[in-house]
């Protein structure tokens, strides 16, 4: 991922998404939360969860060399169920210009 961009992030669950009361797609860097989207920000379809992100959003991510992100999510079913993914990384991109184009 490149800071100033626009990603979608897809994700595979191993159940329908239909099944899914609450939903947090949580971002971290350096052992602190940068970004945190919920349902309502995603497109859910089958067991598929795809999030696009702002410029704004990945401008949020710290600019350093070999900089990684985090990613987890966390989700509460219609049964009651809370669950969470493994937590996985990505590589933060650099920008040479700063800002929103």
Known sequence: M???????????????????????ITMAQNGKMALEKTLSDCNCSGTSVSLTLTQEDTLILQQQPRSLAEIQIRVRTT???????????????????????
């Open 2 to 24: 490149i800071r100033g961009t626009t990603p979608t992030l897809e994700f595979t669950l191993p159940f329908d998404t239909s099944l899914i009361a609450k939903m947090y």
């Open 79 to 101: 049964a009651g169920e809370a669950l969470a993914s493994d937590i996985m990384s990505v590589y933060v991109g650099r920008i040479l210009k700063e800002g929103v184009i």
